[in-house]
Nanobody, 120 residues
Framework: QVQLVESGGGLVQPGGSLSVSCAASGSIFSINVMAWYRQAPGKQREFVASITSDGYITYADSVKGRFTISRDHAGYAVYLRINSLQPEDTAVFYC??????????????WGQGTQVIVSS
């Protein structure tokens, strides 16, 4: 069993910055990839950014230059720094991880999401 717990969401004024975090726990052997997705009201969930265990980073074109993904040295936590927030960034941000379990099975795990609201 693996759990991802996000934190750090909240209400931010336009132009502000925010960081969200995600921590993994459970029967983990290793984590191959950790990623962030977001789902705006009335829209489908979309990819935001990902980082592999080797540190390879991918961003969605729509967030390049404003979002920064990073991962802790142990590899069980991932962070997303969001700068110059705009109202259209309002969304629930979800963490996702491709986890190798202690059984060596590989599973995709989602967190429960953390709400980011950008409003004056």
């Amino acid at each position: 069993q693996v759990q991802l717990v996000e934190s750090g969401g909240g209400l931010v004024q336009p132009g502000g910055s925010l960081s969200v975090s995600c921590a993994a726990s459970g029967s983990i052997f290793s984590i191959n990839v950790m990623a962030w997705y977001r789902q705006a009201p009335g829209k489908q969930r979309e990819f935001v950014a990902s980082i592999t265990s080797d540190g390879y980073i991918t961003y969605a074109d729509s967030v390049k230059g404003r979002f920064t993904i990073s991962r802790d040295h142990a590899g069980y936590a991932v962070y997303l720094r969001i700068n110059s927030l705009q109202p259209e960034d309002t969304a629930v941000f979800y963490c996702n991880a491709e986890v190798v379990l202690t059984t060596r099975a590989i599973v995709s795990v989602w967190g429960q999401g953390t709400q980011v609201i950008v409003s004056s």
